[in-house]
């Protein structure tokens, strides 16, 4: 049942193996794509999630897959996972719903127009097919709208799919060749000697292991932390719907400041609020305040705030930042981050809807969910090994386009931990550029 959740079966349960060449902490697109590229190359992977596979972020997601709008520098890698996403559907033999429909910014007016010539830039440097389009060209792409645009930028060649079916067909084929995976597994801390990893202690006892990629999404920082390694990361909460099937009046993606959509394999539209998130506040929004100004000043609009996060979330100020190998943790105590959808944001959800299309007015939303994305201060990831701990690697942070990027960070990492060339610059995601005096560098908003 979507949205997935711990009272869902258990659908990998492979036994604890004593040892492991790689252990991948998070069943999310990171983690089970990382564990796909290392498994074509036969090594021996062992991937952990405390909850179920794809149960957080990499199944709540909208389901855009795109190079539109994305960092200059993530871009090359974006490129390449549009490349792997076709192929991975092919190899799947499952329908992940992987249609080439297109991503679209609308643009209200003359000045949100010239807004998109950095990208347009970045497109042209890259040869993507991106270009602009006047509100006539507008009206025939999406008919029935009832307000009329000054213009939009297009990729006709960015993607969609259905992330609730993808990643767990991704998890499958990861486990057809080999991936040993293991729910409601969760890793309580790492055994480190000599300054490198030695192995992993879970719930269900101890992996010895030499190579250990940290992907666990929201929940990365407060792991991380325990071992003295500091990120800066934060996650905000953002609401979804998907309708009932609907007449077809756009086949891709769109946005404009009020509504997202996208249509849907099930005849409906997925839906979201053009604007703002939520973050709750707690620790680590205050440990990591100073390094979220550049965002807060350039979007002072773009994020509410509650004092406080439910409980068992990461961020909460309940959530125990110590615990031992011994004792039970934050994640297996929260063994999905299941946020409910904010109501303020579903009725914006209706009202910018209705409003765009009064012809199919009153909307009717079949499902209503949320996700905690998580996201760092300059809105890129962190993709890197640990310098102070031998064999420990992270790819977390991922900033609200992970899902679309997910398996070129997993092509990416599975070489970084293999010690291979990358064929990327990763420099703009390594995990010092919050520690060595760098200036934060804003990628796109979330
Ligand atoms: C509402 C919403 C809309 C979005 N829209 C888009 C979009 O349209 N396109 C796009 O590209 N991206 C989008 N994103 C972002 C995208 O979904 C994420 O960036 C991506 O899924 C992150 O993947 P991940 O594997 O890093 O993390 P996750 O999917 O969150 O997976 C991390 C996993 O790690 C597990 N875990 C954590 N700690 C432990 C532990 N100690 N032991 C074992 N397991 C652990 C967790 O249970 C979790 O399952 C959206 C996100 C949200 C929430």
Redesign the pocket.
């Known amino acids: 049942m979507f949205p997935f959740s711990e009272a869902d079966p258990v659908r990998h349960s492979s036994p604890l193996p004593k040892t492991s060449e790689v252990v991948i902490?998070?069943?999310?697109?990171?983690?089970v794509s990382t564990a796909l590229f290392l498994a074509n190359r036969d090594v021996q992977v062992t991937l952990?999630?405390?909850?179920r596979i794809?149960?957080?972020?990499?199944s709540?997601?909208?389901?855009?897959?795109r190079k539109q709008g994305r960092d200059a520098d993530e871009l090359p890698i974006v490129i390449e996972a549009c490349r792997l996403w076709q192929q991975l559907a092919d190899e799947c033999g499952e329908d992940i719903g992987l249609r080439q429909t297109g991503v679209t910014y609308l643009a209200r007016t003359a000045k949100d127009m010239a807004g998109f010539e950095n990208f347009m830039k970045i497109a042209a440097a890259h040869d993507l097919d991106t270009h602009l389009v006047d509100g006539d060209r507008v009206q025939s792409m999406m008919p029935g709208m009832n307000r009329r645009f000054a213009g939009a930028m297009t990729t006709p060649s960015d993607m969609r799919a259905e992330p609730w079916l993808a990643v767990p067909a991704l998890a499958r084929l990861a486990a057809r060749k080999g991936v040993r995976i293991i729910e409601n597994?969760?890793?309580r801390a790492l055994d480190i000697a000599g300054g490198a990893v030695a192995a992993v202690w879970t719930e269900q006892g101890k992996i010895e292991t030499s190579s250990v990629l940290v992907?666990?999404?929201?929940?990365s920082s407060l792991?991380l932390r325990k071992h003295g390694v500091s990120i800066p990361q934060l996650s905000v909460r953002?609401t979804?719907a998907a309708t009932e099937p609907l007449p077809e009046f756009h086949a891709g993606a769109a946005i404009e400041d009020d509504i997202a959509f996208r249509r849907r394999q099930d005849g409906g539209y997925t839906l979201a609020p053009g604007g703002s998130n939520l973050l709750y506040v707690g620790p680590d929004a205050f440990r990591h305040a100073t390094k979220y100004l550049p965002s807060l000043m350039a979007h002072p609009f773009g994020t509410r705030y509650l004092p406080k996060a439910p409980a068992g979330f990461p961020d909460s100020w309940l959530t125990p930042r110590e615990w031992t190998a011994e004792t039970i943790s934050p994640?297996e105590r929260k063994r999905v981050l299941n946020p409910a959808p904010g109501k303020s944001e579903l009725d914006a959800i209706e009202r910018g809807f209705n409003s765009l299309f009064p012809q199919l007015k009153p909307v009717r939303l079949k499902t209503t969910w949320a996700?905690?994305?998580?996201a760092m201060p300059d809105v890129v990831p962190v993709v890197d090994r640990v310098a102070a701990i031998g064999g420990l690697f992270v790819a977390?942070g991922?900033s609200?386009?992970?899902?679309?990027?997910?398996p070129g960070i997993g092509r990416v990492v599975s070489d970084l931990i293999q010690g291979n060339e990358i064929g990327h610059n990763l420099q703009r995601f390594r995990l010092s550029r919050f520690t060595d005096g760098s200036p934060i560098r804003l990628g796109p908003a979330i």
């Open positions: 902490i998070g069943g999310g697109v990171i983690g952990l999630e405390k909850g794809a149960a957080e972020q990499s709540r997601n909208w389901g855009w897959i597994c969760a890793v992907a666990g999404g929201a929940w792991f953002a979804v994640f996700g905690m994305i998580d977390t991922m609200g386009h992970g899902f679309g990027i997910g």
